[in-house]
């Protein structure tokens, strides 16, 4: 190589090396910069599980059972319960069904008093909250001839069908045969719809919470969970607290897993919840003084008082009694896991990381509220209404009242999909934390009577 150019190539090296260091300088100073100069929050931790568990009963969901309905022979009518309507004058039997929107069939009622059979002309009413399903809930009403005023069982019939063989018809107990004035529980939580469940965690959480409020019972309409959620379903159902109501209606509809049709188009909204609830609203009119309508990741939390106990008289005091109260909504998002600000600090909890589900104790931090449509949900004296819906009451004697947030309000937590919340947008609010040190000891107990957490495992 000539000696001019081996010159050019050293310096060329050179020059590179130089350039090469002051970038990785420049570089370095930068980020250190950027660290420096950005904003500081609360630290943020993922609080969603891997989706390749440990435990794989906590996430593989069962079959579930079918719900105990009645085809309506002649009609596209599905029957779910009946109960015997006091408030009316005159008395009469109320239907729960679900109902084909816009068929046409003219409905009979085949009563059953004393052995003996009667019948009337059925009054069918479909539910105005059907969000735009063929198939909506409907209230059939069954008049009460002469010499039937106490009949035990209901079949109902399309009126075109004539001198059927009683034998063949496939009746309904009449339930709430007494209006009972004293009642076996204070409180009941309807929770509907259970489907696809596998929150084990949450569910615990959710259950022992109610029990601190004062509910005696809660009912559960389930599609399906998984095999440890049924565990715990079962651990509860032997301790006299959960009351499971199979929920399944795929074998008669093909449900929308959603809201509106646009979102999932089907033939009834969202798993039947609607009917669920109206079912539970009668199902405990006379066997509970009050009945709340919310799902298990929702929680209605006084904040002057530890309990729904203390709570209810103080919201008859003011409101009114024989009403149905509703409370604020706020959204807890659990994509974000806060840390409590100081001096608060969250008990131990590492002893939950294998059971499946949220741990709502590491969500602490809730939406600002917004002026839109609130999502809230109610505790209401059943007697006082005669059909509810999603949120709220479709039909009352004296109505509904708000909730002073201050008085109670409810924490709903659960993910909130697509955000554009930052963490600095949250509000801390620590009303769930308060519960913490009688939680998580009960907790632990429930998770290791049902095998969810090893004997060694209780802090």
């Not at 084990?200 to 004062?214: C, D, N, Y």
């Not at 929702?298 to 008859?316: A, C, G, M, R």
Request: net charge positive.
């Amino acid at each position: 190589m000539p000696p001019t150019l081996e010159r050019l190539k050293w310096i060329y090296s050179g020059v590179l090396a130089v350039f090469c260091i002051t970038a990785a300088v420049w570089i370095l100073r930068s980020g250190r910069m950027l660290q420096a100069g950005s904003p500081t929050y609360p630290v943020v931790t993922p609080s969603v599980k891997p989706t390749v568990p440990q435990n794989t009963s906590g996430f593989t969901v069962l079959k579930g059972e079918p719900a105990s309905l009645v085809e309506v022979n002649g009609s596209r009518t599905l029957l779910i319960s009946a109960y015997l309507e006091h408030r009316a004058k005159p008395k009469k039997v109320l239907v729960i069904a679900i109902r084909f929107r816009i068929e046409k069939v003219t409905l009979q009622c085949n009563l059953l008093c004393q052995e003996k059979f009667y019948v009337s002309k059925a009054a069918t009413e479909i539910h105005s909250d059907h969000f735009g399903f063929p198939y909506g809930t409907a209230d059939i009403s069954c008049p009460l001839p002469s010499g039937c005023e106490t009949p035990t069982h209901v079949a109902i019939t399309s009126a075109a069908v004539k001198n059927g063989d009683p034998n063949d018809l496939k009746f309904l107990e009449v339930r709430n045969q007494r209006a009972l004035t004293s009642f076996p529980y204070t409180f009941t939580s309807c929770f509907s719809t259970m489907y696809n469940f596998t929150n084990v965690l949450q569910l615990v959480q959710s259950l022992e919470m109610l029990q601190f409020m004062g509910v005696n019972r809660v009912a559960i309409y389930k599609t399906n969970c998984s095999a440890d959620t049924q565990r715990v379903l079962d651990y509860y159902t032997e301790k006299g607290l959960v009351e499971v109501i199979p929920w399944s209606l795929s074998k008669y509809l093909n449900v929308s897993r959603r809201a509106l049709p646009k979102q999932d188009p089907g033939d009834i909204h969202y798993f039947g919840q609607i009917p669920a609830l109206n079912d539970c609203l009668y199902r405990f009119m006379y066997r509970s003084k009050y009945v709340a309508m919310h799902d298990p990741d929702e929680f209605i939390l006084p904040q002057s008082v530890n309990s729904w106990v203390e709570l209810l008289p103080l919201l008859e005091k003011r409101y009114g009694a024989d009403k149905c109260y509703m409370f604020e909504n706020n959204w807890v998002p659990i994509e974000f896991a806060l840390t409590p600000p100081p001096p608060q600090t969250l008990p131990q909890q590492d002893q939950w990381q294998n059971v499946s589900g949220v741990n709502i104790l590491k969500h602490l931090y809730k939406e600002p509220p917004k002026p839109v449509f609130n999502n809230f949900k109610i505790i209401t004296n059943p007697r006082s209404v005669s059909s509810v819906t999603v949120h709220g009451v479709l039909k009352s004697q004296r109505g509904c009242a708000w909730t002073d947030r201050n008085i109670a309000r409810m924490y709903h937590i659960k993910p909130r999909g697509q955000t554009e919340m930052k963490p600095e947008q949250l509000i801390y609010d620590g009303r769930l934390l308060s519960y913490s040190a009688h939680l998580a000891p009960a907790v632990d107990v429930v998770l290791r009577d049902t095998g969810l957490l090893p004997e060694d495992s209780l802090s």
